[in-house]
């Protein structure tokens, strides 16, 4: 049992190592094999090596050197005046946290004369590569709006089932109004006639035997 967990133990270790390393960036040996050293030719190496966030640069040197780092000025002129930091244990490690350029000299009388000096490039990693490449691209980006749609020229011709004004019928005659008075008057006078009868009913009843009644 026990070779079975110790090759389990060994895959666990192996595969968090390889993850930790992907995580982490990886180590840059500076100068290779020869390391910090006026024996390597620091500009060859630098510019085939790619450098990325998260990466270690692993100096390593004797006590006749030291690693200053300073600004471009300081590099291009291999002066230290102005040094941003200076180490001198025979094995520094600079972690690259950003992007940008950063400026590595020996510190030691004539050596960065010599050669023994570094310059670090960080490539600005873009978050909008494909937007950009899109708006580059002719016909990329945003559209142009579509121009309006031109009323057309010619109007649509009337309905079939539309009627013409002489095809509308004609305005039914308006009615004439009644006229009340007249008959209110014949209404009248016929009462007066049966009001003049029945007096002269009355009247005359009582000379019934006259042969009126």
């Known amino acids: ?37 006026l024996n390597s030719n ?13 990466d270690d640069l692993v100096f390593s040197y004797t006590p006749l050197h030291d690693v200053v780092e300073v600004n ?12 941003i930091a200076t180490y001198n244990t025979g094995e520094t490690v600079i972690h ?6 950063r400026y590595f000299v020996c510190g030691r009388l004539g050596h960065c004369q010599q050669g023994l000096k570094l310059e670090v490039r960080i490539p600005i990693q873009s978050k909008n590569n494909g937007t950009e490449d899109n708006q580059n691209q002719p016909g990329g980006g945003r559209r142009s709006p579509s121009p309006p749609r031109s009323p057309p020229l010619n109007p649509p011709p009337p309905h079939r089932f539309a009627l013409s004004p002489s095809d ?18 014949g209404r009248l006078g016929c009462a007066i006639d049966h009001l003049r009868f029945l007096l002269v009913f009355f009247v005359l009843c009582p000379f019934a035997s006259i042969g009126f009644c």
């Not at 620091?42 to 998260?54: I, L, P, Q, R």
């Not at 690259?96 to 350029?101: D, V």
């Not at 005659?173 to 008075?181: G, K, L, Y």
């Open 96 to 101: 690259l946290t950003s992007e940008g350029t």
């Open 1 to 37: 049992m026990r070779p079975v967990w110790a090759m389990k133990a060994i895959i666990v270790i192996v595969v968090t190592s390889i993850l930790f390393r992907g995580v982490c960036g990886a180590n840059r040996t500076v100068g290779g094999a020869s390391g910090w050293d």
């Open 72 to 83: 471009q000025q300081g590099y291009d002129t291999c002066t230290v005046a102005n040094a």
């Open 42 to 54: 620091m500009h060859d190496w630098s510019s085939t090596t790619t450098f990325n966030v998260g």
């Open 168 to 185: 509308a019928p004609p305005d039914a005659p308006a009615e004439e109004p009644c006229d009340c008075s007249s008959a209110g008057e």
